[in-house]
């Protein structure tokens, strides 16, 4: 079930990006002879007097053939007769639609989520377990005092640990008392040392409490989030360059389907952020100015509408290049996704 739900979720990614190239195209009434979702043999078609619309057998991948692309093309309207500014909208078409796809599930997401925010009263939301107090504290307590300070607001039990133990640097344990199921208690709690700081905790976060939020303010947060994954992409993308990530920690189609099947064990807000996550990444990898990428034909286009003029032959050798090179990038990816899975 979860390689189902998976190959779902790619399958809506790679189909609205498609789509995208597909209704630009015939909106500027390029022929387009087939709009196909996934890759290999077909299994399934349904023909219209101008586009097939089909299935195929391996559940990764899609394309739309719209025609005229190839250099010595006559066909009638084709991809190569019409002017750059309608290529280039073809072109940019199917990652305009990642970016979408991805700001609608995040706003989904968001909206029916809504915001959590810590609770201000010192309720204990959750203790860390590999911490000293974890034996003694547990989530729901209400602290009420610390070593004779009364406690009233969450921010207390920091500031006051803070006070106590720089006052003795030497204490381990703190008094605390909290209330339990209506009952008061009194303990005496072992701090543990933070492993990033100089200081000691008790190791405990606040209660969140969950408050609806206006469409306005979860489209603003659903933007802010599509931003921030686009420019975590870019800097994963610098990382990859640099040699900061090595090639065997690449994943590929195999990999996500992995990573998207075991988060959907976690519910289907996980999986939604996961579909606007890969979505962006897919639009920018397409945008990459790579030869046979999306990108790539674009830097083409641009040239070309700003007057400088590439031989067509050219740039169809760049774009094969371009094209055997990925081909053999797939595949390494896809050997190294099997690899992991067997390991």
Sequence with gaps: MNILIAILV?????????????????????????????????????DTMKTTYSLR????????????MDIDSEVEDGF??????????????????????????????????????????????????????????????????????????????????????????????????LEREGQAQTLDVPLTKDPNEDRKILGVVPKFIKEPISIG???????????????????????????KVKTKELTGPIGIIKVVGDASNQGVSVVLWLMALISVNIGVLNLLPFPALDGGRLIFVILEMVGVKINKKVEERVHIAGMIFLFGLIIFITTNDIFNLVK
């Excluded at 195209?25 to 077909?42: C, D, L, R, T, Y």
């Excluded at 599509?226 to 990859?240: A, E, H, P, R, Y």
């Design 10 to 46: 790619l399958g809506v990614i790679i189909f609205i990006h498609e789509l995208g190239h597909f209704a630009a195209a015939k909106f500027f009434k390029m022929p387009v002879s087939e709009f196909a979702i996934g890759m290999g043999p077909q299994v399934y078609s349904y």
């Design 57 to 68: 057998a391996i559940p990764i991948g899609g394309f739309v053939n719209i025609e005229g």
């Design 80 to 177: 190569n007769t019409k002017p750059a500014y309608a290529r280039f909208i073809v072109l940019i078409a199917g990652v305009f639609m990642n970016f979408l796809l991805a700001f609608i599930v995040l706003f989904i997401t968001v909206y029916s989520n809504g915001m959590y925010k810590p609770e201000t009263k010192p309720i204990i939301g959750e203790v860390f377990p590999n911490t000293a107090a974890s034996k003694y504290i547990k989530a729901g307590d209400k602290i009420l005092d610390i070593d004779g300070n009364a406690i009233t607001q969450w921010k207390d039990i920091g500031a006051t640990i803070t006070k106590v133990t720089k006052d003795n640097k030497e204490i381990d344990n703190i008094v605390v008392t």
């Design 217 to 243: 303010e979860a489209a603003e947060l659903s933007v802010k989030s599509g931003v921030k994954i686009f420019t975590d992409t870019l800097n994963g993308l610098k990382m990859i360059v640099t040699g």
